[in-house]
């Protein structure tokens, strides 16, 4: 079936430091692929998306390229701030889907210090 | 801006007991999911929910769970009877279409069985 795997967390890093976590997928054809941020208190919120090879994402300064080859969607930014700390999760949804499941990785914690 | 509410945010609860999870999706929303996430473990989907009956649903979604629309604004989880094994945090999610649109996702309920 279908499955999405992140890189092993956590990850801490000094404010300006430039971030990568790591996001591979296994899926049938050519799935939807999502990078959802959650804050500490607060639900899922979609950070970024792709929906067909080769199309780049970008939020906030955040991107990831979906890279059907290497079937990967890595999340970039070249300078973290502390207020990207949060909890990270890739996510995929199936070409063909009718009613939209997602599928996660484990989500990758992300701690900047100052 | 609109957003998914649930309640309660915390809920401890004894073994075999009923609980219902409530959730307020985002109001011209039609699509909506239960996901859950067991402590350290991937969030996972439970179920989806469009024109007042399930779409689809996991292996997890046993006879111990249902969903309801009871009225035009809110949308339930009930576990009948819980079991050590269903504490988790569990998210609802909405969207205005399954395959193109953004999920909104909920804070969260962080069930706890004993």
């Known amino acids: 079936g279908d499955s999405v795997t992140q890189m092993e967390g956590p990850v801490t890093l000094s404010e300006e430091a430039f971030l990568t976590i790591n996001c591979t997928y296994t899926?049938?054809?050519?799935?939807?692929l999502f990078w959802y941020v959650q804050y500490p208190g607060e639900g899922l919120q979609l950070l970024l998306k792709a929906t067909k090879a080769d199309d780049k994402g970008s939020n906030k300064g955040f991107e990831a390229t979906y890279r059907k080859e290497t079937t990967s969607f890595h999340l970039e930014k070249g300078s973290v701030q502390v207020s990207d700390s949060a909890v990270y999760f890739c996510a995929l949804r199936p070409s063909g889907t009718s009613y939209g499941k997602l599928t996660f990785g484990q989500g990758t914690i992300l701690t900047v210090h100052p | 801006e609109p957003e998914v509410t649930q309640t309660p945010s915390h809920q401890v609860t004894q073994m075999g007991q009923e609980v219902i999870l409530r959730c307020v999706p985002i109001s011209n929303h039609l699509y909506f999911y239960w996901y859950r996430q067991i402590l350290g473990q991937k969030v996972e989907f439970l179920v989806s929910f469009y024109n007042n009956e399930i779409s689809e649903k996991s292996e997890i979604f046993d006879d111990q769970f249902s969903v309801e629309r009871p009225d035009g604004s809110n949308f339930t989880l009930k576990i009948r009877s819980t079991k050590l094994e269903d504490s988790a945090m569990y998210f609802c999610a909405s969207t205005s279409g399954p395959t193109q649109e953004t999920q909104y996702f909920g804070p969260g309920t962080r069930l706890l069985v004993l």
């Open positions: 899926a049938t054809g050519y799935p939807s």
